[in-house]
């Protein structure tokens, strides 16, 4: 076998491995304009604790969705979109327009309410 036939097997696999990594598992960073501490009481205000779990907001225990810990941590947002603070605040505003039939219903969430509530989630390290 050629030395260039050889390589092509190597040369595959190598793409193959690469592709299945994904996305990298870093901190998707701050959100523009996002305030933390109101996200955080925005999430009883909207209804979101009705059905998630999430950490540092008082009566989010629910399991109907899944639950929010370690949020920033994660690779991607309702297996769909890469984890990051726009894309974050895409799905809460849109989760229909995202993946039509979700669970997850439209609230109406404002932009500036988005962003809060995603400047919240991305501090659940």
Do not use: K
């Not at 999430?43 to 399991?63: K, M």
């Not at 605040?89 to 109406?108: C, F, K, N, Y």
């Amino acid at each position: 076998m050629s030395p260039a036939a050889m390589r092509l097997p190597a040369a595959c696999a190598l793409v193959f491995a690469l592709a299945a990594c994904g996305p990298a598992l870093t901190t998707p960073g701050p959100v523009p304009y996002g305030r933390p501490e109101r996200g955080q009481a925005l999430i009883n205000q909207y209804g979101c604790a009705s059905c998630h779990t999430v950490p540092g907001v008082r009566e989010a225990d629910a399991l109907v969705g899944p639950p929010l810990n370690s949020f920033a941590r994660r690779g991607y947002i309702a297996g769909e979109l890469v984890n990051n603070a726009g894309n974050l605040v895409r799905w809460i505003r849109h989760p229909q327009a995202v993946e039509p039939g979700t669970a997850m219903p439209d609230l109406g969430v404002t932009e500036q309410d988005a962003r809060d509530i995603a400047a919240y989630l991305l501090t659940l390290e």
